[in-house]
């Protein structure tokens, strides 16, 4: 454990958990179920196993980056990336759950691999700049925890554990904290009854949306359209903007 609290070995235990887990729902798919629609606009099931097969190469690079020091991108200039999901999503579905376990693997090693200083270190990430290593197996799990939903082949939000959906939901109500073009909200999870605030800053809440807390995260990124979740006045459940 180190003195931020970064648990390497719980957050790598996780992260193999959860990708077990999309790897047992992506065996159950036929070749006709990979081709059909995700959850995604515009993409299919074979697509966004594509996708988390080259995120888990991405976020190696990042890690050994992390580690030797020597810089090493996400991925590869210009539209490397959009092609490789593109060019990679109408393999057969052995390919593609070969590819994913292999992606899987390397991000294993990369992070096993780690040390204490190596977590101490930065690097850029892609569209969001210079970030803490620490940070990296969060990404990783939000990816693999958020498309796996969007893999539509039963896994839900319900199945998202509590604690990822307690982490998640204070970080993506973070981000919409002081946003304009976010309607003035307190959240409130029917669990604990703990309040999030999100919106603009120092405008008083229209309205309170109540739920249980994978409901709520589920809600605010655009994976559930708001069933299970209340509002108070009684009245229609806002919008909330796209989630960035």
């Not at 709520?216 to 069933?227: F, S, T, V």
Request: glycine fraction near 8%; charge should be negative; hydrophobic fraction near 40%.
């Amino acid at each position: 454990m180190t003195t931020d609290g970064f648990e390497p070995a719980a957050m790598l235990a996780e992260i193999n958990e959860a990708t077990a887990q999309v790897l047992a729902s992506a065996e159950r798919l036929s070749a006709e179920h990979l081709a059909g629609p995700s959850l995604l606009p515009g993409w299919s099931r074979g697509h966004v196993l594509t996708h988390l097969a080259r995120n888990a190469d991405a976020l190696t690079n990042l890690l050994n980056w992390a580690r030797t020091g020597i810089p090493t991108p996400m991925y590869p200039p210009g539209d490397a990336r959009d092609r490789a999901i593109e060019e990679g999503a109408g393999r057969p579905p052995q390919e593609q759950l070969t590819d994913l376990y292999d992606a899987s693997t390397r991000f294993d090693r990369a992070f096993t691999a780690m040390t204490p200083t190596a977590w101490g270190a930065k690097v850029t990430a892609r569209n969001a700049g210079e970030i803490a290593a620490t940070t990296l197996p969060g990404k990783r799990l939000r990816e693999l925890y958020i498309h796996h939903v969007d893999l539509d082949a039963g896994w839900t939000p319900a199945h998202w554990p509590t604690e990822y959906a307690d982490r998640e939901l204070n970080e993506v109500a973070a981000s919409f904290r002081g946003r304009p073009d976010c309607p003035p909200l307190l959240l409130r999870d029917d669990i604990t009854h703990r309040e999030l605030l999100i919106g603009p800053e120092g405008v008083a809440p229209a309205a309170v949306v109540s739920g249980r807390r994978q409901s709520l995260l589920a809600w605010l990124i655009g994976r559930a359209n708001g069933d299970g979740l209340s509002v108070e006045p009684a009245g229609p459940l806002p919008t909330p903007p796209a989630w960035t």
